[in-house]
């Protein structure tokens, strides 16, 4: 398990100011990490259990930040796997929208880690597909 490696979220703060865009952030965590036990078992983790040991608060698998700029009716989401352990076929398989921070329109976005953890971007509209957890937005095109 791994901080966030959302970890250049200051360039979004940068080209907000740079802007002067009032901008609305959600962040949080969705899914379950399940990492292989000494038996080579995927064992989905918890923070904490109840009396039964019981899973009862998850480790997120993916923890995400949703930036919407009202005034543009703009959005994206910022998404990393919470956990280093993965290789890239298993990130690839866990990365469930098209990458649109690959695109050259975040070419000033410098987030990307070398620690083994892996980020990419959703649009809002794919991200709600899979995960329907922040309030409904009304969004019409990216923000970049």
Not at 83 to 111: A, E, G, P, V
Request: glycine share 4%; charged share 20%; proline share 3%.
């Amino acid at each position: 398990m791994c901080a966030i490696v959302i970890n250049d979220f200051g360039a979004v703060r940068r080209r907000a100011l740079h802007s002067k865009a009032t901008l609305q952030v959600y962040t949080g965590g969705v899914g379950v990490l399940a990492l292989p036990d000494a038996s080579s078992l995927d064992k989905e983790l918890y923070l904490s259990v109840d009396e039964n040991n019981n899973g009862i608060v998850p480790v997120p698998l993916y923890m995400f930040k949703v930036v919407y700029e009202p005034s543009t009716k703009s959005a994206a989401v910022f998404i990393t796997i919470n956990s280093s352990h993965f290789n890239s076929t298993m990130t690839d398989r866990l990365t469930f929208c098209d990458d649109i921070c690959d695109s050259k329109q975040y070419s000033w976005l410098r987030w990307r880690s070398n620690d083994g953890t892996h980020s990419f971007c959703c649009s809002y509209e794919d991200f709600v597909k899979k995960y329907d957890v922040i309030p409904k937005l009304n969004v019409e095109r990216l923000f970049y």
